[in-house]
């Protein structure tokens, strides 16, 4: 509600604006006995130059819809974390705020990701095995998910227990996706390396019998 009533108080702020240059430039050709009388009509040539340069922005911001919303699951990974960071603080986000943090971060993020990227990587790959070393060195497995279980679905809302369930459906599918990408990489891998073996193997039979 915050963040709708910030986007009313700039559109009056801004049409505050627009009256006082009215009233200031109406001032101005009365004090000068200018009449001011314009009749502003639209044509269909206007409109048709205005479709013009509106439709690659509205194609370009389709097209980005499509890629966001398309369904799969790394982008969905991707997007899923700043819908529910709007979702949960969109209540303190203005327009000011929103076109500050953007200035901030189109200058300081390109920066950042080319020289921590890397360290972060390997941070993140080092973390995973260290869980997965960790999980597999665990002789309680099955008491220690139960417990997990039963704290997380007594210490939290219905919501977020709908939100944790959709983000490990999605975890499960990008695994299995990714997965079959691997077994299909390693499958065509195999066929490759058969299909050079065997003229290989030709021509040493070949050679063995021209020897003999």
Known sequence: MAYVISIFSAICQLGLLLLGLSFFSN???QR????????IQLKEDDILRVARLILPAANLAISKRRELFSGEPSMTLKVA???????????????????????FVSFTAP?????????????????????????????????????AIMAFWNLTTIKTRLLTA??????????????????EVAAEAEKEDLAQEQPDKAIVVAEKMSCD
Do not use: M
């Open 27 to 29: 001032s101005i050709c």
């Open 32 to 39: 000068n006995n200018i009449e001011k009388r314009r009749d």
């Open 81 to 103: 974390p700043f819908l529910l960071l709007g979702a949960e603080y969109g209540h303190l986000i203005t327009l000011r705020r929103l076109c500050a943090i953007g200035f």
């Open 111 to 147: 920066k950042l990701y080319l020289r921590y990227s890397a360290r972060i990587s390997q941070k993140v790959e080092c973390s995973k095995w260290w869980v997965l070393e960790a999980w597999v060195a665990c002789s309680h497995k099955k008491i220690v998910a139960a417990s």
């Open 166 to 183: 959709f983000i490990s459906v999605v975890v499960l599918r990008y695994h299995r996706q990714h997965s079959g990408a691997n077994l």
